[in-house]
């Protein structure tokens, strides 16, 4: 009768242990979620703001420049990140840097290069962060869909966070409408971050 109580109560303290532990993992990932949030927005913000530095360098011709401006702005409208409007300016990115010659004739500018580089940075800098939210989305929808955590409500009114799918990639795609693997303006390796 007495091992039956202490294997009752052991076995009450292990479970215990165990749900703790489960509750604390899930918090910690909707925390992981939450920061890669913020360094994905941070990371769209510098994108903008460069290709907005782009559109007003008067390194571009008029056209092109009130096409990367009016997608910048958009990008960057009240509200949070807008996966449209990310996508838009990527691709209005991606048209002005494919034209012919046109990294030929910016790059003899002053200032061009400079530009050119950051703003292949900052893309790299969207393509890591989307791919490390997604990630930790991916990690915590998971975690959410086990059967303890479902069953106990362990995730509580926390929302089940959503990914984050934009078309980042500023060199032309494989055919399947998301672009290259990387981002990048060249072939070669990626820009240090």
């Known amino acids: 009768m007495l091992t039956n109580v202490i294997l009752i109560v052991v076995a009450?303290?292990?479970?215990?242990?165990?749900?703790?532990?489960?509750?604390?993992?899930?918090?910690?990932?909707?925390?992981?979620?939450?920061?890669?949030?913020?360094?994905?927005?941070?990371?769209?913000?510098?994108?903008?703001?460069?290709?907005?530095?782009?559109?007003?360098?008067?390194?571009?011709?008029?056209?092109?420049?009130?096409?990367?401006?009016?997608?910048?702005?958009?990008?960057?409208a009240p509200g949070g990140p807008d996966e449209r409007a990310q996508?838009?300016?990527?691709?209005?990115?991606?048209?002005?840097?494919?034209?012919?010659?046109?990294?030929?004739?910016?790059?003899?500018?002053?200032?061009?290069?400079?530009?050119?580089?950051?703003?292949?940075?900052?893309?790299?800098?969207?393509?890591?962060?989307?791919?490390?939210y997604n990630d930790a989305v991916a990690a915590t929808r998971s975690a959410r869909r086990r059967w303890l955590v479902r069953l106990l409500r362990l995730a509580g009114g926390a929302p089940v966070p959503e990914f984050f799918e934009i078309d980042d990639s500023l060199i032309a795609g494989n055919g399947d409408g998301r672009g290259a693997d990387m981002p990048h303006l060249t072939t070669g390796s990626p820009p240090a971050a």
């Open 12 to 76: 009450a303290i292990l479970v215990g242990v165990y749900v703790s532990w489960r509750a604390g993992r899930l918090d910690r990932l909707h925390a992981r979620v939450e920061a890669a949030r913020a360094a994905l927005d941070a990371a769209l913000v510098r994108r903008s703001a460069v290709a907005l530095e782009l559109a007003a360098g008067g390194l571009l011709d008029p056209a092109t420049s009130l096409l990367i401006a009016a997608a910048a702005h958009d990008a960057c």
């Open 87 to 132: 996508s838009d300016l990527t691709r209005a990115l991606r048209a002005a840097l494919s034209q012919p010659g046109f990294r030929t004739a910016l790059a003899s500018r002053a200032g061009g290069d400079e530009l050119l580089a950051e703003l292949e940075a900052a893309a790299h800098q969207v393509f890591l962060a989307r791919k490390f």
